[in-house]
């Protein structure tokens, strides 16, 4: 038994829940909804702080309109996906982690989304492209700069 | 409807059969990620609008994945009282061509696969007229599905489809007619081992949880598959979410447990969408809550959603990130099914264990144990992707060779080039040579050669694969996934990193490659948890069989494969190029030039040696000059 007693924890996966529905709401993770959440779970502020810096998913810094993901899992990885990221660094001016001047488009790079069959693969918010190759990149991406985005034509 | 019983069951099984085989015309799209990448979603709109457009009656299905990912996207049509057919790499256009000939009654062949027969086909079936079946086809004909059993031909959204195919029948079985020891014991002797990579025998991690005189307890069903060039997980999360729930419900009654809970990592979208219906339907038909199946036994489900860090595939991370905690692990023992979850005894088993185990209970330890070898009963799911001609996954018993595999299933290297090896295991595992390729595949022969099983990852390379890269690429992955608890793993992972990056830049010594394995060697020894323990898999098993890429690097600073940047140039070969200038434009550093129809040049000062034009090149003009 602690000396001093404590809290009940959260029901399992509770933080993690409550971490993805403030980042899925703001793009990133705001200080006062982290203070909000840590005071509703009972859990210490600190421990959702680590929380939120541990994960690769959530963010402190707000986004783009339209996250990219280049995924350099191993399949993508031998099948050009770092060609693809090349092609996507020079086309946008941005290295991975940035956000474009424009505030269109963040890049970040992924390992591995699953869809190694279909190597290289790429994905943009939640539409996931493959058998991907860099001359296309420029035509992908004015979807997304011209509409609010969103995959509504055939894939590639 | 509530499924209070066998007989209601017995109910949604004719709903089922009616949305199965329908007595109309119906076209299932796969539109699991797989399919949706290739534009699936696109194929799926123009099949509903051409039909609507021409007034055809239709019942048209998103389904998950078949496995043969080559050919997405996949429609099959099934007309009734026909054997379906199955159409590959449709477009909308091909989709709308499609409607179109339906319309007028015929069938297209053009880009027809195969047929699939049923398995009860309704009376008066004909085959197809000169297509094969589709378990003839070279990719199917040596596999036998037991985990995929329904993926890409059920509804995953449709309960009374799964049961349908004798779905939730193995519940029924385990809570209305054997005690939870039986269950355990059916499990145990079909031989099941963990299908996340470690084998782990599965009834035997139960017997050990169900012994432990502690409540509550749990059951955890692993989903966070991590391991890059690996999707079967998120394969039957999105096309078969039912029988991952219904092996995690038996789990429960066999440990003695109330509470589940299934991790899927954050990347899989579409898999958390699905098995959250998917439970979602189950609680509201009562297969999930109280008084299971008129059973007394109580049992309910939490998703959790992970976040994005590799580590928690490991059990102990995932459970302290189901905790709320960081996704770190802790030594063992204690084992989690000792002290798990809140320190109570739990259960963790990996998705593909999990959907396995409806069947053993349905058709018996001894039917089970019956396929594949004695030490390696069942079937072990792979996914075959890299440089490989026929991608997909790919379902057989234990014992095939790595040459059945990537040879006869995968049609061997992609555009006819020479497969050099295969990956399997993920950042766990290790590089395998060509000439390895008779070794029947177990736990144990790919442990042996330096590899593992692992979550059956198995990525093909040929001969424009740099082994040396490959090595410095999986260590630069566990080194960022590393979650820095222990010293071995975050410094040993960084430091090979180093020595890595040191040889493919052109810099390393002989002397690099001693340390490198010593290093690879105390990582190995003295890191806590399987991913550091597991880390140098990757380095140990190039420097093994690919010594001679190893050497070229530091003893003639030369890249056989032609990867490695600061070891090769590009050169357009003058005599060859007819100045399209496709390279020029595609080159991302602005490093061609050269007029129009005359022979094009790559100012060496800026080429990043990205090899993006080697690539385009229509008349193979590029050089990589190593």
């Known amino acids: 038994m602690p000396l001093i007693p404590q809290p009940p924890p959260p029901a399992g996966g509770a933080l993690l829940t409550r971490l993805h529905a403030i980042n899925a709401e703001h793009g990133y993770l705001p200080e006062e909804e982290l203070r909000r959440a840590a005071e509703e779970l009972g859990v210490p502020l600190s421990q959702v702080y680590s929380a939120a810096t541990f994960y ?53 790079t992924v390992h591995c989304v699953g869809s190694c069959s279909m190597s290289p693969v790429m994905r943009v918010d939640g539409d996931t492209y493959g058998r991907l190759k860099a001359d296309i990149l420029p035509r992908l991406l004015r979807r997304y700069q011209t509409e609010a985005g969103g995959m509504s034509d055939e894939g590639t | 409807m509530k499924v209070r019983s066998r007989s209601d069951l017995e109910t949604l099984r004719a709903e089922g059969l009616s949305t199965l085989y329908p007595s109309r015309l119906k076209i299932s799209v796969g539109m699991a990620t797989c399919g949706l990448a290739t534009g699936a979603a696109a194929v799926y709109d123009a099949l509903r609008d051409e039909a609507a457009r021409r007034d055809l009656d239709l019942m048209l299905v998103a389904t998950g994945c078949l496995g043969y990912c080559q050919q997405e996207p996949l429609v099959e049509v099934r ?193 958390v969408e699905r098995v959250t219906q998917a439970v979602a339907r189950a609680e509201e038909l009562g297969l999930l809550g109280e008084n299971i199946l008129g059973s007394g036994f109580d049992f309910n489900i939490t998703i959790v959603r992970g976040a994005g860090a590799f580590v928690c595939g490991e059990e102990t991370a995932l459970i302290s990130s189901i905790e709320g905690g960081l996704g770190e692990p802790r030594p063992k023992p204690p084992f989690p099914a000792v002290s798990g979850l809140w320190g109570k005894p739990t259960v963790i088993n990996n998705v593909k264990t999990l959907a396995t185990v409806p069947v053993i209970i349905t058709r018996g330890a001894d039917w089970y144990a019956s396929i594949g070898t004695e030490q390696n009963a069942g079937t072990v799911v792979f996914s075959l992707v890299g440089k490989v001609a026929n991608t997909g996954l790919v ?175 590009l050169s357009i070969l003058s005599e060859l190029c007819n100045g399209c200038g496709l390279c020029r434009r595609e080159c991302p550093a602005g490093a061609i030039s050269g007029e129009k129809k005359q022979p094009h040049t790559i100012n060496p000062e800026l080429c990043t040696r990205c090899r993006i034009c080697y690539d385009v090149c229509p008349v193979g003009a590029v050089e990589i000059v190593r």
């Open chain 2, 79 to 271: 007309r009734p009282g026909r054997d379906p057919v199955l159409y590959a790499r449709v477009t909308a256009d091909r989709a709308r061509e499609l409607i179109a000939a339906l319309a007028e009654g015929e069938l297209p062949t053009e880009g027809a696969l195969a047929i699939i027969p049923e398995e009860k086909p309704p009376a008066g079936s004909k085959p197809a007229g000169g297509l094969p079946r589709l378990n003839d086809l070279p990719f199917y004909s040596r596999q036998h599905k037991i985990v995929l059993r329904h993926c890409g031909l059920i509804d995953p959204a449709s309960v009374a489809e799964y049961v349908a195919q004798g779905g939730y029948e193995a519940l029924a079985h385990a809570l209305l007619d054997l005690t939870p020891e039986q269950v355990i014991d059916e499990v145990l002797r079909a031989g099941l081992r963990g299908r996340g990579g470690a084998g782990f025998p599965t009834g035997r991690k139960w017997q050990i949880c169900q012994a432990v005189p502690i409540q509550p307890k749990y059951v955890i069903c692993n989903g966070d598959e991590g391991d890059p060039g690996a999707y079967m997980d998120r394969t039957v999360l999105e096309s078969d979410p039912h029988s991952v729930i219904e092996g995690l419900i038996i789990a429960g009654y066999a440990i003695g447990a109330h509470q589940g809970y299934i991790y899927v990592r954050d990347e899989y979208p579409l898999a």
């Open chain 2, 395 to 569: 379902e057989v018993p234990l014992g095939l060779t790595l040459r059945d595999l990537i040879e006869g299933i995968g049609g061997g290297g992609l555009n006819g080039k020479a497969v050099k090896a295969v990956q399997t295991g993920g950042p766990s595992g290790g590089c395998l040579p060509a000439r390895l390729f008779d070794l029947p595949i177990s736990y144990e022969t790919l442990t042996q050669a330096g590899s593992i099983m692992g979550s059956g990852g198995m990525v093909v390379m040929d001969e424009d694969t740099c082994m040396v890269d490959v090595a410095r690429y999986f260590i630069g992955f566990t080194m960022a996934e590393s979650c820095g608890k222990c010293a071995p793993c975050r410094e040993g992972t960084q430091y090979m990193h180093q020595i890595l990056t040191r040889i493919t830049a052109g810099e390393g010594s002989v002397e690099d490659l001693e340390l490198l394995e010593e290093v690879a060697l105390w990582v190995k020894k003295a890191s806590l948890c399987g991913l550091g323990q597991t880390a140098p898999n990757p380095v140990l098993s190039t420097l093994r069989y690919f010594r001679d890429e190893y050497e070229a690097h530091v003893k003639e600073k030369r890249c056989p494969a032609g990867v490695c940047r600061a070891l090769i140039r």
């Open chain 1, 56 to 108: 690769a998913a959530f963010s402190f810094q707000p986004r783009g309109r339209h996250t990219i993901h280049v995924c350099l899992g191993t399949a993508c990885y031998i099948r050009g996906g770092e060609k693809l990221l090349e092609k996507l660094e020079s086309t946008l001016g941005v290295r991975p982690g940035e956000t474009t001047d424009d505030g269109t488009f963040t890049v970040e």
